[in-house]
């Protein structure tokens, strides 16, 4: 039996190509038992369409704050509904809004609302994952208490070859296995 048996998840997409992963990793976690939530951001939309993701999840997807003049989603009743949060893939960008607790859509505002465990898969080319101000902002990430699921080496979508490319699902599934083990 899963250790993600009836656990909450949410699964944070920002715009980076390693969004079509997001697809196989909320597959992974309906079939592993979990019940998962999609929070996109709008550069995200542009990778993978929402209603993949509602379809895979059997979910809807949340995708803004205010959808319309009528419908406000509440980021926070999903930031204490949720077991685990796992954004992945994890931009540059948002890794550096989340550092600075910078609050502009939906994943964001969730973000900072979560009472619950934060994992981040972070997707990128080389130099930008080498880069001094990525990293400081990694380090606040970190010693804000969030789960770092390391990058990958490989060809990237650049066509360079090294560290940055996300995480493939199945070792975002080991990660969260081993911690709500």
Known sequence: MSNLRDKKIIIGVCGSIAAYKSAMLTRLLVKAGAEVK??????????????????????????????????????????????????APTSANTIAKMANGNCDNMLLATYLSAKCPVFFAPAMDLDMWKHKSVKRNMELLHSY?????????????????????????????????????
């Open 38 to 87: 999609v929070i996109m951001t709008a550069s995200a939309s542009q990778f993978i369409a929402p209603l993949t993701l509602s379809v895979l999840s059997k979910n809807k997807v949340y995708t803004d704050l205010i959808a319309d003049a009528s419908t406000w989603s509440n980021h926070v009743e999903l930031g204490l509904w949720a077991d685990a949060l796992v954004i």
């Open 145 to 181: 208490g969030n789960i770092l699921i390391p990058v990958e080496h490989g060809e990237l979508a650049s066509g360079l070859v090294g560290d940055g490319r996300m995480a493939e699902p199945e070792h975002i599934m080991e990660h969260l296995e081993e911690y709500f083990g």
